[in-house]
């Protein structure tokens, strides 16, 4: 493969299917290549990712690599400089073709497998088949303390939210003290967690750092304050018939009516003396570093009509 141009890795002119696996070595193994999928003719991308945050690998990929190999239900990171995978369950109707762009020229390898006519089945769940696997993106967008972020806004369409990765930086890991709200159907806000590390299943900060299991990971913890993390809700299915928004924060603090603040009614901000004690204004708190984050949400999504 030649470094800045795209490569056509796979190509499908049959239907309907959907993909089951797909292996990456060589140059393609990288934190900076991006994959891109067209689906169903589309020309445009259907679903386009950088390699590394597709794995749920944020923040610093040569800090991942200290912890390979590491295998997890739905992807993982077998060699160094290979054995890079996912099952992300993919459908298309009568075509598909899978490209990647690299920074480095030279040889890769790639293994995709699937099924061909057979119901598209996803953790026990069979979809419907008008269903689609979407991708929402927020790259390198910069948050002042306290300010919220949209990571997906899906409306006039049924689905499942399926997988969330979060790649923040700032200049100390208070922002973490934040809540992940969602609006289902229009109903009022949810939380679903009562800060950052509860959703991804760990505790005060990733105080242990990394791990990576099949319902969540920690992939990336850089000091002072910079951290890549992933979360699967097969388990715990968040789905929807109409609409869908998932929120998050820098921080929390007290917020607007319609976002509803965190379950504990007040913000949970660090004091001075860097205890976790909550505080019902923002008058003696010291409020969270401006980060700089990146979000990827994974919605499988369908019309049931």
């Given at each position: 493969v030649t470094a800045g141009r795209e490569a056509t890795l796979y190509e499908i002119k049959d239907g309907p299917g959907y993909?089951?696996?797909m292996w990456f070595t060589g140059v393609l193994d990288d934190p900076h290549t991006v994959v891109r999928l067209y689906v169903d003719g589309d020309s445009d991308p259907s679903i386009e990712f950088n390699l590394y945050l597709a794995h749920g690998i944020g923040c610093n990929g040569s800090v991942e690599a200290q912890h390979t190999p590491w295998d997890a239900k739905h992807f993982g990171h077998l060699a160094?400089?290979?054995g890079l995978y996912n099952k992300y369950r993919?459908?298309?109707q009568f075509s598909a073709r899978v490209t990647a762009t690299t920074v480095s020229s030279g040889y890769f390898w790639f293994i995709t497998r699937g099924l061909l006519n057979a119901p598209l089945?996803?953790?026990?769940f069979t979809l419907p088949s008008n269903t689609k696997l979407k991708l929402y993106k927020q790259e390198n967008v910069f948050l002042k303390a306290l300010d919220f972020l949209t990571m997906a806004e899906v409306n006039g369409t049924g689905g499942w939210l399926y997988q969330i990765t979060l790649s923040a930086s700032g200049s100390d890991y208070t922002y973490l003290e934040a809540c992940f709200r969602v609006t289902?159907?229009?109903t009022p806000v949810q939380f679903l967690s009562s800060g950052t590390e509860d959703m991804f299943l760990s505790a005060y900060y990733f105080n242990r750092r990394y791990f990576m299991s099949d319902s969540a990971g920690l992939t990336c913890k850089v000091d002072p304050g910079s951290i890549g993390a992933y979360k699967f809700f097969d388990a715990d299915p968040v789905v929807f018939s109409k609409s869908l928004t998932l929120l998050w924060r820098c921080g929390e603090g007290p917020a607007p009516e319609q976002y509803g603040n965190c379950p504990n009614h007040a913000a949970s901000v660090l004091f001075g003396d860097n205890s976790h004690q909550h505080y019902a204004s923002a008058k003696d708190a010291i409020l969270p570093p401006d980060i700089n984050v990146t979000t990827y949400t994974w919605i499988y999504e369908y019309?049931?009509?």
């Open positions: 993909f089951t696996e160094t400089r290979g993919i459908p298309f089945v996803v953790e026990g289902i159907d229009g019309n049931r009509n």
